[in-house]
């Protein structure tokens, strides 16, 4: 049975000054072209996905890089609207501060959970500066075993690029680990990379501190955009096939 392209938000304020953002025609070229995976996707500024039902309709959400965004609200709203109605979900740089950012105020009860890019008047916000900038840089990235993330890259080691300053206060690793959020990448100092939750509690829910949308020439779609673009036509065909 042929399925209908899944729709596939992809939430950000595209602009062509963020590289990151000029890699997507390329990528969605290729994951037709070289994988099968046709994704009908459509641009959600952040303000637009702060309103109530913009993500109505939509088989995936990639949160994309690009912070400071225009809307926190909306980047937030997005990551809530995939993650309670159980919508395949990527986040990449930003995507990943701000699942963390939704995560913490909306399941672990921290309503002043703030990023320290968008309050750096706030004394004790979630996300922090980097102790070392990853503008521009590429790190190696460990992976947990049995993860959602180490069966999508299938490998216990990745070297990854970055474009970010921004990541995890430390401080509050605990208590998002204790209500659900699993870190599942780190660098070799123990820095978290990767975050996801569990199958139990969503189908594909998956963030990277890093970019995989810079990996390689752009020909060919990193594995976890793979797995993402994967998911979200699994999502569908079983929707339709449902009917």
């Given at each position: 049975?042929?399925?209908?392209?899944p729709?596939?938000a992809?939430?950000?304020?595209r602009?062509?000054?963020?590289?990151?953002?000029t890699?997507?025609?390329?990528?969605?070229?290729?994951?037709?072209d070289?994988?099968?995976?046709?994704?009908?996707?459509?641009?959600?500024?952040?303000?637009?996905?702060?309103?109530?039902?913009?993500?109505?309709?939509?088989?995936?959400?990639?949160?994309?890089?690009?912070?400071?965004?225009?809307s926190?609200?909306?980047?937030?709203?997005?990551?809530?609207?995939?993650?309670?109605?159980?919508?395949?979900?990527?986040?990449?740089?930003?995507?990943?501060?701000h699942?963390?950012?939704?995560?913490a105020?909306?399941?672990c009860?921290?309503?002043g959970?703030?990023?320290?890019?968008?309050?750096?008047?706030?004394?004790?916000?979630?996300?922090?500066?980097?102790?070392?900038?990853?503008?521009?840089?590429?790190?190696?990235?460990?992976?947990?075993?049995?993860?959602?993330?180490?069966?999508?890259?299938?490998?216990?080691?990745t070297?990854?690029?970055?474009?970010?300053?921004?990541?995890?206060?430390?401080?509050?690793?605990?208590?998002l680990?204790?209500?659900?959020?699993?870190?599942?990448?780190?660098?070799d100092?123990?820095?978290?990379?990767?975050?996801?939750?569990?199958?139990?509690?969503?189908?594909?829910?998956?963030?990277?501190?890093?970019q995989?949308?810079?990996?390689?020439?752009?020909?060919?779609a990193?594995?976890?955009?793979?797995?993402?673009?994967?998911?979200?036509?699994g999502?569908?065909?079983?929707?339709?096939d449902?009917?």
């Open positions: 049975m042929t399925h209908p392209a729709r596939l992809l939430v950000g304020d602009s062509t000054a963020v590289r990151s953002h890699r997507i025609p390329a990528l969605l070229d290729a994951l037709a070289r994988d099968q995976l046709v994704l009908d996707a459509y641009w959600i500024p952040t303000e637009e996905a702060a309103d109530p039902g913009t993500l109505d309709g939509f088989d995936a959400v990639w949160l994309l890089p690009g912070s400071p965004y225009r926190e609200d909306g980047a937030v709203a997005a990551v809530r609207a995939a993650r309670e109605r159980r919508i395949p979900f990527l986040g990449t740089c930003a995507g990943f501060q699942a963390v950012l939704e995560y105020r909306h399941v009860g921290i309503g959970a703030a990023h320290g890019e968008n309050d750096p008047g706030e004394d004790d916000p979630v996300i922090v500066p980097l102790s070392c900038s990853l503008v521009g840089h590429e790190g190696a990235v460990r992976l947990t075993p049995g993860s959602l993330a180490e069966r999508v890259l299938g490998a216990p080691r070297v990854e690029r970055y474009h970010c300053a921004y990541g995890l206060n430390d401080a509050y690793r605990e208590r680990h204790t209500g659900g959020l699993r870190f599942s990448g780190a660098d100092s123990g820095q978290l990379r990767i975050l996801e939750l569990p199958a139990e509690a969503h189908p594909f829910f998956l963030a990277s501190l890093f995989p949308e810079l990996a390689g020439d752009g020909s060919r990193h594995p976890m955009i793979r797995a993402f673009a994967a998911a979200a036509a999502r569908t065909a079983a929707f339709n449902g009917r």
